[in-house]
């Protein structure tokens, strides 16, 4: 297998831990941002949940078994790629809450496979997800922290290397943050949060503590480092292709690496359209295990894109 295609992840010219290095100018953040840990991580937030705001979305989704080879990511067996609809308005209290639904095009024997997602700003309530399973005919909640009952799904997007928790927003007061420094990461001037999980938070989540690169012009995160419990690095998120789209800075290609499987995951955006009319009755269980009702939905949908 030759090396993955630029079009879905960075050529790696040095060996894999060399491409996490930022050269460390100050400890100091705040003296040059005037914001604290907390304020920066609340305005990456809120710059997140901005690509959430009534969108359409068509996403193509690559998993494979990588290795290096002369310094270069590449696919050892072949990649499986899915291309994946999805549609997400933001709701509750100011706008904070977001409910998506995401249904598989492709591959042909997947198609109609979806999901179906509500994301709580509030600490006291717990997200929900459920997947409706077309082979089955059977809709089933999907386990969104580590010790979830044997009812639940795996917390995998499809499959792939991105868990339910990697794609959360808010819940700001269930972490820790702190500025481990600052520095240029690809050109830009970047802060390092380290975020840590509150005891009460940590019980539901995979991760120890987690270290996100921000960019902070434009507070998209270029980079994030995930640990286990033990403090052992166990996934990295690179995001690439940084374009503003209807005056919203986002990523359209956010690449996902599992270090303890050796798999990653891509997710590149192909198309994205805002301000689109999504009718709450859509993002509901219904639209998962209902076919016509569905596709009567999602033709609406893509009559409205530009």
Not at 201 to 227: A, C, E, H, P, V
Not at 246 to 252: A, C, G, H, L, V
Request: hydrophobic share 35%; proline share 2%; net charge positive.
């Amino acid at each position: 297998m030759g090396p993955l295609s630029s079009k879905y992840i960075y050529s790696l010219a040095t060996p894999i831990l060399l491409v996490f290095v930022l050269i460390i100018t100050s400890i100091d953040v705040n003296a040059k941002t005037n914001l604290s840990a907390r304020e920066i991580a609340e305005l990456a937030d809120e710059s997140r949940r901005k690509t959430t705001d009534s969108a359409f979305t068509k996403i193509i989704l690559t998993t494979c078994k990588y290795g290096i080879s002369s310094g270069k990511l590449k696919c050892a067996k072949k990649a499986r790629i899915k291309v994946v609809e999805s549609a997400q308005v933001n709701t509750g209290l100011n706008n904070k809450d977001v409910k998506s639904i995401a249904i598989i095009l492709e591959p042909a024997n997947e198609r109609g496979i979806g999901m179906l997602s509500f994301t709580y700003d509030d600490s006291d309530r717990d997200n929900e997800t459920w997947i409706y399973l077309s082979a089955l005919g059977k809709v089933k909640r999907m386990s969104t922290s580590s010790n979830d009952d044997e009812e639940t799904e795996s917390a995998s997007l499809f499959g792939t290397e991105i868990t339910i928790e990697d794609q959360e927003t808010g819940k700001l007061d269930d972490y820790s943050y702190k500025i481990l420094g600052e520095g240029k990461f690809r050109g830009r001037s970047v802060a390092i949060i380290e975020s840590t999980p509150k005891p009460h938070r940590l019980n539901k989540s995979r991760y120890g503590k987690t270290r996100s690169w921000i960019d902070l012009d434009r507070f998209i995160t270029l980079k994030m480092q995930m640990f286990d419990k033990n403090k052992k690095p166990i996934k990295q998120l690179d995001a690439g292709k940084v374009e503003k789209i209807n005056d919203i800075w986002m990523s359209r290609s956010l690449t996902f690496m599992n270090l303890v499987t050796q798999r990653l995951t891509n997710m590149k955006i192909e198309a994205i359209n805002f301000n689109i009319n999504i009718e709450p009755s859509f993002l509901t269980q219904r639209a998962l295990t209902d076919q016509a009702f569905r596709e009567k939905y999602l033709i609406d949908l893509r009559g409205q894109t530009k």
